[in-house]
Each structure stands twice: as structure tokens, then as C-alpha cells.
Antibody, heavy 118, light 108 residues
Framework: QVQLQESGPGLVKPSGTLSLTCAVSGGSISSSNWWSWVRQPPGKGLEWIGEIYHSGSTNYNPSLKSRVTISVDKSKNQFSLKLSSVTAADTAVYYC???????????WGQGTMVTVSS | EIVLTQSPGTLSLSPGERATLSCRASQSVSSSYLAWYQQKPGQAPRLLIYGASSRATGIPDRFSGSGSGTDFTLTISRLEPEDFAVYYCQQYGSSRYTFGQGTKLEIK
């Protein structure tokens, strides 16, 4: 059974870069799935950040595209998120998720809280 | 960008009652790419429905989805205590995903 686990710093300074990794276990990141990042500010709804395929192809949310980079490391069976020039508005729980072939997120990580503060 | 608007914002019902949640899209959505999620406090969302009407693995049959075009509905036939949570709809199109703002289903 595929499981996802996010990791990374819980505190990032304003104007800095947020970096998170999602480790995939119980399955291969090279399967026929896209892998996404989704975030949720405290008390608010869900926002899709972007996705990657094992080939390295990516799609990003246009509202974040200029600041987001998602990459994949097949040797480590993981994918990563970098979000640059962060502000307090980027404070959120960040989830990694697997998109099933039906383009719905069928597996989610537990989420990791990232706070942007000096 | 397709905007999804969910209504009502909050729905207050009692266990055993029927819940009807609405998701309206700003433009037509392929039924193949409309999904519903349940989220409880402190937990990740859980996929309930995909393709507008197909239940995900392990989802009880009291949950059902319907709709097409711009209007979609999630129905919970008889509410159980564990069903009180926040529900989100989500669509996929033009290589991007968007979510509705959520409906909170609370115990009356």
C-alpha cells in the first residue's frame, strides 16, 4: 500500500525559500501517476500548488508558478517542493498527494505545517 | 480558471437525516474530472467520489455523487456521527486542479 510522508523545516523566514520533500513508500514513484503538492492555510480551504510526473514533466498553479519548483528524485523515490520569496500568506499545512488516473487525489500524506515568520 | 462554488457554507443536520451538498462550476466541467473529499480536523482530506459518481475504495454506499456540466451534488443518505466534517469538491481541467471553498457539515 502506497504511503506518502512529507518532511522539511516547520519555520521559514520571510523572503526565504520553503523546501519540502515527499517520500513515497510501498510503491514506485515511476508508476503511471502524477504527484502533487496541495496546501491549506489555517482555517481555510485547499489550494493545489503543482504536480510532477516521474519523467520530470510539471504543471503549476498559475497563481504560484513564478515562485514554485517541483522536482523528482527517482533514485530516492521522492519528490520535492521549493517555494521562493515566501511571505506570511504562505503559512499553511502542506500536503503531498498522488493523483489517480481519474485525476483525483486518492492518497495523501499526513501534512506538515510550515510557518513563515521572522 | 474554473471556479467551484459550494453551497451551503454550513449545513446543520441530525444523525439519520439526509444531506445534500452542492458544487457549482463557473464553466462546464467534464464529469470524468469532478471529485469530492471529506476532511476531519487535523486530518488530510479523504477521497470519497471521483468521476462525479464513482465511490472510492472503501467508501460506504450512503455516499453518492451526481451531476454534470456545471452542477454537481454529493448526497449522504443517512448521516452517521462520523460523517460530520468539511466536504470539498475538486475539478481537473487544462492541466490544473481547483477546489471549492468547502461545506461544513455540523451536528444540529
Amino acid at each position: 500500500q502506497v504511503q506518502l510522508q512529507e518532511s522539511g523545516p516547520g519555520l521559514v523566514k520571510p523572503s526565504g525559500t520553503l523546501s519540502l520533500t515527499c517520500a513515497v513508500s510501498g510503491g514506485s514513484i515511476s508508476s503511471s501517476n502524477w504527484w502533487s503538492w496541495v496546501r491549506q492555510p489555517p482555517g481555510k480551504g485547499l489550494e493545489w500548488i503543482g504536480e510532477i510526473y516521474h519523467s520530470g514533466s510539471t504543471n503549476y498553479n498559475p497563481s504560484l508558478k513564478s515562485r514554485v519548483t517541483i522536482s523528482v528524485d527517482k533514485s530516492k523515490n521522492q519528490f520535492s517542493l521549493k517555494l521562493s520569496s515566501v511571505t506570511a500568506a504562505d503559512t499553511a499545512v502542506y500536503y503531498c498527494a498522488r493523483a489517480a488516473p481519474v485525476d483525483a487525489f486518492d492518497i495523501w500524506g499526513q501534512g506538515t505545517m510550515v510557518t513563515v515568520s521572522s | 480558471e474554473i471556479v467551484l462554488t459550494q453551497s451551503p457554507g454550513t449545513l446543520s443536520l441530525s444523525p439519520g437525516e439526509r444531506a445534500t451538498l452542492s458544487c457549482r462550476a463557473s464553466q462546464s466541467v467534464s464529469s470524468s474530472y469532478l471529485a469530492w473529499y471529506q476532511q476531519k480536523p487535523g486530518q488530510a482530506p479523504r477521497l470519497l467520489i471521483y468521476g462525479a459518481s464513482s465511490r472510492a475504495t472503501g467508501i460506504p454506499d450512503r455516499f453518492s455523487g451526481s451531476g454534470s456540466g456545471t452542477d454537481f451534488t454529493l448526497t449522504i443518505s443517512r448521516l452517521e456521527p462520523e460523517d460530520f466534517a468539511v466536504y470539498y469538491c475538486q475539478q481537473y481541467g487544462s492541466s490544473r486542479y481547483t477546489f471549492g471553498q468547502g461545506t461544513k457539515l455540523e451536528i444540529k
